[in-house]
């Protein structure tokens, strides 16, 4: 199966400010990369995903690269605003026909201060 | 609003009863799955259903159970409820296409298990 590792757990930063958060997995074979977003009282929710066949993808002030040697990708977040405060979460599935079994990471509780 | 709707919202059971969830897909998707998220924690998936079968399964035991109907909406059914099944219990519709797609989540049923 896949483990899946993310860091920091909790990240506190000013309003307008970059955030960055890393996700490790295991599984050599995995080709899917989500981040989710959840805000309090809901489900989680997808903000950005990248394939294995690309190293970077943006949307705006969001976006995610890919380290597929090291096993590791990573939202980045700019501008930061207070309505970004979230627990965010990695869940990449792992490799083959694992279609949207997803493995979360344990979640990060991003807070942004205006 | 992602289309996922999940019911009831909130319940209460006693341990050794039996619970059912119910989960209503995104329109025209064939896929659900099921997550568990403790409180504090990542969602871990249950199981996951493609066209009525079972298609996959976490580290769950048998008393997790589930159906999807010719409507593609789903049940969640737990058998002799323990107090550490306590937790969100989330829904996530997808369209099969051959490779990994969006993910749509419901709002999740609060179960308590006193």
């Known amino acids: 199966g896949e483990n899946v590792e993310q860091h920091p757990s909790t990240l506190s930063v000013q309003e307008g400010d970059s955030a960055v958060i890393k996700c490790t997995y295991s599984d050599s074979a995995s080709n899917y990369f989500p981040w989710y977003k959840q805000e309090l009282g809901k489900g989680p929710q997808l903000i950005i995903d990248?394939?294995?066949?690309?190293g970077e993808k943006k949307d705006q002030r969001i976006a995610v690269t890919l380290n597929k040697t090291a096993k590791h990708f990573s939202l980045h977040i700019t501008e930061t605003q207070p309505e970004d405060s979230a627990v965010y979460f990695c869940?990449?599935?792992?490799?083959?026909?694992?279609?949207?079994?997803?493995?979360f990471g344990q979640g990060t509780i991003l807070t942004v201060h205006p | 609003e992602t289309g996922v709707t999940q019911s009831p919202t909130h319940l209460i059971k006693t341990r050794g009863q039996q619970v059912t969830l119910r989960c209503s897909s995104q329109s025209g998707h064939n896929t659900v799955s099921w997550y568990q998220q403790a409180l504090g924690q990542g969602p871990q998936f249950i199981f996951q259903?493609?066209?009525?079968?079972?298609?996959g399964r976490g580290n769950f035991p048998p008393r997790f159970s589930g159906l999807q109907f010719p409507n593609y909406s789903s049940e969640l059914n737990v058998n002799a409820l323990e107090l550490d099944d306590s937790a969100l219990y989330l829904c996530a519709s997808s369209v099969r296409t051959g490779r990994n797609t969006e993910a749509f989540f419901g709002q999740g049923t609060r179960l308590t298990v006193v």
């Open positions: 869940a990449p599935p792992p490799g083959g026909t694992s279609y949207g079994k997803l493995t």
């Open positions: 990248i394939r294995s066949n690309v």
């Open positions: 259903y493609y066209r009525e079968e079972e298609n």
